[in-house]
């Protein structure tokens, strides 16, 4: 059955860092494009970060480029959110998303596969 499944969420106050994972079980992560979204209640879910299957391209969103970074191990198959300076508008639900496609796309609906989804609290 595959399955990804997020951790690592929780709550911080502004400035400090989180490491979100996302373990997969059942797919070869090597195979697949990944992605990171969030969604803040009563907001549309958005795109945070994505990375290609190799690991040597990736790309953010503006709201997060410099603070955030996307990382994969194929052997351990996971994929990494390193959340650092966080602010409270960080504050959603963390969902890890697997694609087939070659390229990096922002679109969520491009992405087959999703996680259950991870808490991240920010406080001010």
């Known amino acids: 059955q595959v399955q990804l499944v997020e951790s690592g969420g929780g709550s911080v106050q502004a400035g400090g860092s989180l490491r979100l994972s996302c373990a997969a079980h059942?797919?070869?992560?090597?195979?697949?494009?990944m992605g990171w979204f969030r969604q803040a209640p009563g907001k549309d879910r958005e795109f945070v970060a994505g990375?290609?299957?190799?690991?040597?391209?990736?790309d953010y969103s503006d709201s997060v480029k410099g603070r955030f970074t996307i990382s994969r191990d194929n052997v351990k198959n996971t994929v990494y959110l390193q959340m650092n300076n966080l602010k409270p508008e960080d504050t959603a639900v963390y969902y890890c998303a697997a694609s087939t496609l070659i390229w990096i796309t922002k679109n969520s609906v491009d992405y087959g596969y999703w996680g259950q989804g991870t808490q991240v609290t920010v406080s001010s």
């Open positions: 990375i290609r299957r190799s690991g040597e391209i990736t």
């Open positions: 059942g797919m070869p992560l090597s195979s697949y494009l």
